[in-house]
């Protein structure tokens, strides 16, 4: 219950995409990014960050480097070449970046976990690597990145968790 609003859905994304279980949504002039874990076993390059938006874009001036245009509540544009997506954000530079759990086939590797931007030419490129099951991440006040690492480890180990600090060079 949201105790001073109301709930309403904007969009049913598995009505059209299946089980993908959506982790985490960034919101950039209106369009939404929404990250997906995607199934499990994990397939490298398979999960997508989708764009969802409301109204008419004649241009591409709202949607983020890498992402086309479109109109209405629904899936505007699908970006593939992701994995295991636990987070999307945008970053001072204005780029989408998304945190991924684990990069390796099959189930969360540690060590395999990595942050990634889409640069304005669409491409997507490694910023951080070799991160252990990360769960979560934010850009601070200060501009630097802050990730939790180890956040998705076996209940009884305790002691293991920790928030990374990292200063990123802008990407173009």
């Known amino acids: ?23 985490s949504v960034a919101e950039r002039q209106g369009v939404f990014y929404v990250g997906n874990l995607n199934l499990f076993p994990i397939d490298p390059q398979w999960a997508r960050v989708q764009a969802i938006a409301k109204g008419d ?12 245009p479109g109109h209405g509540y629904h899936i505007v544009s699908s970006r593939a070449g992701f994995t295991a997506v636990v987070a999307v954000h945008f970053g001072p530079d204005g780029l989408l970046y998304a945190l991924e759990l684990s990069d390796a ?10 942050v990634v931007r889409v640069k304005h030419s669409g491409e997507i490129e490694e910023v951080v690597t070799q ?3 990360p769960t979560g991440m934010t850009f601070g006040p200060d501009g630097r990145l802050y990730i939790s ?16 600090r990292f200063d990123i060079p802008p990407g173009w």
């Not at 219950?1 to 982790?23: E, K, N, R």
């Open 1 to 23: 219950m949201i105790p001073h609003g109301a709930l309403h859905q904007v969009i049913d994304i598995s009505a059209s995409q299946g089980h993908i279980v959506p982790t």
């Open 57 to 68: 874009f004649d241009d591409d001036t709202h949607f983020a480097p890498g992402f086309l």
């Open 105 to 114: 086939p099959g189930f969360p590797t540690p060590g395999a976990g990595k």
């Open 131 to 133: 991160l252990n099951v």
């Open 149 to 164: 690492d180890f956040g998705a480890v076996p209940a009884p180990t305790f002691g293991v968790g920790r928030i990374l």
